[in-house]
């Protein structure tokens, strides 16, 4: 079974800008949540998407929003960019988001902000 | 505001030697606990999840959970240069649909040959 695929794996952007990522779970798997790691802060939780209904929310400002599609995947989208963004953006799918299902994480976005 | 917190590395021990990497949270509502390996450059991977307090064996690793005193252990025994990695705590609750997890900020792992 194909794991979590994500994509872009690199993206440069400049302040300002707006960017979108995007994710596929395993096939079957109907929750994707959202990560962003950065050296200083860690893995911080963003939101999670089960339905195409955002179930789960982090404590991150309005210009991070995202999407679920009916076929599951999931989209991420940043905008006003600030250099602050520039992390590592994973995803990461379990079958239907309960607290004790195993996550699996995609390779990450690795998001450059100039 | 939950917090995890992992004691502070990086840490060194030679071939063949226990690694003991300690976690501790704040919530005590938190009720499911998991520790990942993230290798350099990779996205993080489960090594092992645990629920009840005690211990959880899997091969080399040993999860132990102690609710009253809020912590959770990761013992790696007979440690390989292969498990030369960051090794991340996370918590959620136990409350159904929530698989929101908190992540300590991990502990770098160095196994030297």
């Known amino acids: 079974k194909a794991g979590v695929t994500q994509t872009p794996r690199y993206l440069i952007k400049t302040r300002g800008q707006q960017v979108t990522l995007s994710c596929s779970p395993i096939s079957g798997h109907r929750s994707v949540s959202w990560y962003q790691q950065t050296p200083g802060q860690g893995l911080q939780f963003l939101f999670e998407y089960f339905s195409e209904t955002q179930r789960n929310k982090g404590n991150f400002p309005g210009r991070f929003s995202g999407r679920q599609f009916s076929n599951s995947r999931s989209e991420m989208n940043v905008s006003t960019l600030e250099l602050g963004d520039s992390a590592l953006y994973l995803c990461?799918?379990?079958?239907?988001?309960?607290?004790?299902?195993?996550?699996?994480f995609g390779p990450g976005t690795r998001l450059l902000v100039l | 505001q939950k917090e995890v917190e992992q004691n502070s590395g990086p840490l060194s021990v030679p071939e063949g030697a226990i690694a003991s990497l300690n976690c501790t949270y704040s919530?005590?509502?938190?009720?499911?606990f998991f520790w990942y390996r993230q290798y350099s450059g990779k996205s993080p991977e489960l090594i092992m999840s645990?629920?009840?307090?005690g211990d959880k064996e899997d091969g080399r690793f040993t999860a132990q959970l102690n609710k009253a005193s809020q912590y959770v252990s990761l013992l790696i025994r007979d440690s390989q240069p292969s498990d030369s990695a960051t090794y991340l705590c996370a918590v959620t609750d136990y409350t159904g649909a929530n698989s929101k997890l908190t992540f300590g900020k991990g502990i770098t792992l160095s196994v030297r040959p």
């Open positions: 919530d005590r509502v938190s009720q499911s």
């Open positions: 990461a799918s379990s079958l239907e988001g309960l607290a004790r299902e195993t996550q699996y």
């Open positions: 645990i629920y009840s307090n």
